[in-house]
């Protein structure tokens, strides 16, 4: 069975700490997403990567950086966490030949103190 | 700018009757369309989909019709159950591109 697993399912952090949020996929996808969702907002992409040590800006990526050293894992980076940036942040990955469907992890809910 | 929008924030309906989310969306480069459908604290799960080619495709229960013209995308559910009962997001993609994901619709089903 297709697995996307996100490391914490919640997370409290204080504002100005700097936050990781890891993602890992055991099906040899070679793109990878951070999502972020809010209410009334739906789901805004950060962050994706193709391949290895690629990485491309989505549509709010102010505040985030990734890291993509592995095909199977992809990190979410929050330099200085604010109270903006409480929200549910959702992985997701998908072949890159057909790129005909996203598979998620379970998010971890993130509060920013 | 929301390039794909549900405009119905919630819905809710009768256990056996039929459901009906509504999505719109302004970019006609789309030529791929889902449905995604999460439950609290979990990720969202594919649904069904849609190539732009086609105008209706079924699954089960599931039906998404598209139209064109109108840049308009629909889910049926035949029956709705009460574990139909979640948030359900449209989305859309441009060939090698990124999705594109609405806002959802919560929807209720009612024993």
């Known amino acids: 069975d297709v697995k996307v697993t996100q490391s914490s399912r919640y997370l409290v952090k204080r504002t100005g700490e700097k936050v990781f949020l890891e993602c890992v996929q055991d099906m040899d996808h070679e793109n990878m997403f951070w999502y972020r969702q809010d209410p009334g907002l739906g789901l805004r992409l950060i962050y994706f990567s193709y391949d290895v040590k690629m990485k491309e800006k989505g549509d709010i990526p102010e505040g985030y950086s990734v890291s993509r050293e592995k095909k199977e894992r992809f990190s979410l980076i929050l330099e200085s966490a604010s109270t903006n940036q409480t929200s549910m942040y959702l992985c997701?990955?998908?072949?890159?030949?057909?790129?005909?469907?996203?598979?998620f992890g379970s998010g971890t809910q993130l509060s920013v103190l | 700018d929301q390039q794909v929008k549900q405009n119905s924030p919630s819905l809710s309906v009768q256990e056996g009757r039929i459901s009906i989310l509504n999505c719109d969306y302004t970019n006609s480069m789309f030529d791929y369309f889902l449905w995604y459908k999460k439950y609290p604290a979990e990720g969202p799960t594919f649904l069904i989909s849609?190539?732009?080619?086609?105008d209706k495709n079924e699954d089960g229960r599931f039906t998404v019709f598209l139209n064109k013209s109108a840049k308009h995308l629909s889910l049926h559910i035949v029956p709705s159950q009460p574990g139909d009962s979640a948030v359900y997001f449209c989305a859309a993609r441009i060939t090698g591109n990124q999705f594109y994901f609405g806002t959802g619709t919560s929807l209720t089903v009612i024993p």
């Open positions: 997701a990955s998908s072949l890159r030949v057909t790129n005909e469907k996203l598979f």
């Open positions: 849609i190539s732009s080619i086609k």
